[in-house]
């Protein structure tokens, strides 16, 4: 989808954490007042593999002006996958493909996260061979090749774009966006999930410094135990 004429659409960040992921301290009331505060107009909290916060977020969101999606960010056998517009969570381990119908199941929207950099668990191009989007910008990428690999691997197939901060800190909440183009419907949830199922949808922002980087991998090294994954 072409990224002209886009200055009306919701500017939605499609993946933050708080602190019911392992690496991240951050609350659901410092994302959503960041998230007022850089001007986007909503966000999808996808912690790994847990929904409480998630769902607090999406429920409070309206109190600060902003469209709030719950969502969660699991891990399956072939990779992350980022589950938009879920209330319940998909069981982690499985395959991928077992995963994206799980997700569908349960009216949400599919896709896949940082795709093809393995030291993120991101899936690699064999294991992806259905979702509902890829996730073509993410802002913790340090050089962008990555990016560009998932933007030429979501036109190569089809796939909408999307866009987020992957935030683990307040800080970078905004940083990378799903673009959603609504139309002439009502801002909810409802209709920017509808428009996400759509495929209208595209992806920019700001790559995270090479200092918040290194740090976020420096910090989840520190985390790192028997039995903890590096995610």
Sequence with gaps: MSGDGWTDALWIDCHVHTADSFDSSASVDEVLR?????????LVVTDHDRIDRSLRAAARAPEFG???IPGVEVSTAGGHLLAIGVESL????????ETVESV???????VVPHPFQWSRHGASATEITDCDGIEVFNAHSLTGIRNRQAERFANMFDYPWFGG?????PALV?????YVAVGESEPTAKAVLKAMRDGRTWAGGDRASTRR?????AHNARLKGPGVTLL
């Excluded at 998909?90 to 493909?97: A, C, E, I, K, V």
């Excluded at 901060?165 to 800190?169: F, P, Q, T």
């Excluded at 905004?174 to 799903?178: A, E, L, N, P, R």
Aim: hydrophobic share 35%; no cysteine; net charge positive.
């Design 34 to 42: 960041k998230a007022v505060e850089v001007g986007i107009d909503g």
């Design 66 to 68: 902003l469209i709030g």
């Design 90 to 97: 998909p069981r982690p381990g499985q395959p991928l493909d």
């Design 104 to 110: 569908r199941a349960k009216g949400g929207l599919a």
């Design 165 to 169: 901060s992957d935030a683990h800190r």
């Design 174 to 178: 905004g940083k990378g966006v799903t």
């Design 213 to 217: 980087y290194l740090g976020k991998l």
